[in-house]
Nanobody, 127 residues
């Protein structure tokens, strides 16, 4: 499956952005979809994930740092996954990546849990 992330940009602290990730070339509903980010000078870190609708009802899991501010959703009919980011903070500044996992088990919180990656989209939050 190929992934294409979009929607990044510059925003002031407290603002909102919605990232989109378009999937093609695979059976989208079979994948657990995740979002990761790489802040400047840091390692890639988990943001959140959303499960397969059929097996898990599309349950979600978030990093503590974004819980209550970010929301992941998916539209299997459009092969899309979204990351709605509200109450943005300067520390949310990062390149954001969407990822897809074809694995049947795991916590889906580590990069190695995922098989396919998009190219990344930059989010810059100014204070």
């Amino acid at each position: 499956v190929q992934l294409q992330a979009s929607g990044g940009g510059s925003v002031q602290a407290g603002g909102s952005l919605r990232l989109s990730c378009a999937a093609s070339g695979g059976t989208f509903g079979r994948y657990v979809m995740g979002w990761f980010r790489r802040p400047p000078g840091k390692e890639r870190e988990f943001v959140g994930a959303i499960g397969r609708i059929k097996w898990s009802g599309g349950n979600t899991n978030y990093a503590d740092s974004v819980k209550g501010r970010f929301t992941i959703s998916r539209d299997n009919g459009k092969n899309m996954v979204y990351l709605q980011m509200n109450s943005l903070k300067p520390e949310d500044t990062a390149v954001y990546y969407c990822a897809a996992s074809d694995r049947d088990s795991g916590y889906y919180t580590e990069p190695q849990d995922y098989d396919y990656w998009g190219q990344g989209t930059l989010v810059t939050v100014s204070s």
